[in-house]
């Protein structure tokens, strides 16, 4: 029988309603869970860690890295078949990609939540843990990177989003869809998983900030992030890759001062490009030297990019490690 380390890590499907205040607070402990989870010891043999307890807007990129180191020494064990992971639903996306890309196994790694607290009426969070523990002993999940397990869907950790902020399904993957799905506690994959990324790094630069485009906007967030000591930006575009013009003096300032900025789209699905030759369109972006994200959305580029600028900062390196396999060389 396959062993399976659970690493619980906070989030709603460690809380329960605290009837003092009439909302959820972390109540649960990861012991408590499992013993809800039954009937699993038929088949996995489970050992049980505790990283933390904490709401997901409170993790930090800080503490996912920290947690992505934890997970990797679970991994090198030989007894250890693979890893799930507890985490709130706010900023599951986030976490699961920075480990997806830091984590170098084989071994499955599936992260893993809860929409309705414990107690609620179709508390999910047993039934989420023990579909992951199914899909870590699939020997087909096996080389798939970080995968994401709510509502018996998998997501690569890479692809998937959350969509909606109620409902149990929320974890979607608007370019790709799922990967596969567990049924009947069997794993069914219907498609490969894209080619995985690696950054080989130990630290990570936090002081990236993220920026949303909206309708007649300017320069002055940007001038005041630089002004603050910013290493980096992420630029959420309109549609294809497009900037109100009066942003342009901003982004331009920043990559002549060597901060990297990163340009993904504000649409839910589709991939940023050069395809607008206008002013604060896509062509002008790129020969400033804009890097362009391909199809992430802004938060997980934010994340990429910490990880870039913590192993270089050199803007050819980071443009390589955003643009390769994606775009043509420019």
């Known amino acids: 029988m396959k062993k399976v380390a659970v690493v619980f890590n906070g ?10 205040i009439k909302a959820a607070v972390p109540s649960l402990t990861g012991e408590e869970i499992m013993t809800m989870v039954t009937g699993i010891e038929e088949y996995a043999q489970v050992e049980s860690y505790s990283f933390s307890n904490l709401p997901s807007p409170q993790m930090s990129p800080e503490t996912m890295l920290e947690l992505s180191k934890y997970i990797q020494n679970l991994l090198n064990r030989e007894d250890i078949s693979g890893v799930v992971v507890t985490h709130g639903t706010d900023t599951l996306e986030e976490t699961a990609f920075l480990l997806d890309l830091t984590i170098k196994s084989e071994k499955p790694v599936v992260v893993t939540g809860a929409m309705r607290n414990g107690s609620e009426l179709g508390y999910d969070g047993p039934s989420n843990l023990a579909a992951s523990i199914c ?31 109620m409902s149990l399904d929320t974890f979607k993957s608007p370019n790709f869809g799922p990967i596969g799905i567990v049924d009947s506690n069997e794993v069914i994959f219907y498609r490969d998983s894209i080619k995985k990324q690696h950054i080989e790094t130990d630290k990570i630069e936090t002081n990236v900030d993220l920026i949303k485009c909206a309708a007649g906007m300017d320069s002055k967030i940007i001038n005041y992030c630089i002004e603050q000591g910013s290493k980096g930006f992420v630029i959420e575009a309109l549609g294809r890759g497009n900037v109100p013009p009066l942003m342009v003096e901003g982004i331009h300032k920043a990559i002549n001062q060597g901060i990297p900025v990163v340009l993904v789209s504000r649409c839910f699905q589709g991939r940023v490009l ?7 369109g896509g062509k002008e972006l790129r020969n400033l030297g ?24 050199n803007i050819n390196e980071i443009k390589d490690i955003f643009e390769s396999g994606f775009y043509h060389k420019f």
């Open 11 to 20: 989030g709603t499907i460690s809380m329960k309603v605290d009837p003092r």
């Open 135 to 165: 899909t870590v002993i699939s020997n087909e999940s096996k080389n798939r990177g970080v995968l994401v397990c709510l509502n018996d869907e998998l997501n690569c950790a890479s692809e998937v989003t959350k969509s909606n902020s």
């Open 274 to 280: 050069d395809s607008y030759g206008y002013h604060g």
């Open 290 to 313: 804009v890097i362009f994200g391909d199809n992430l959305p802004g938060q997980k580029a934010r994340i990429k990019l910490m990880l870039a600028l913590g192993k270089t900062t």
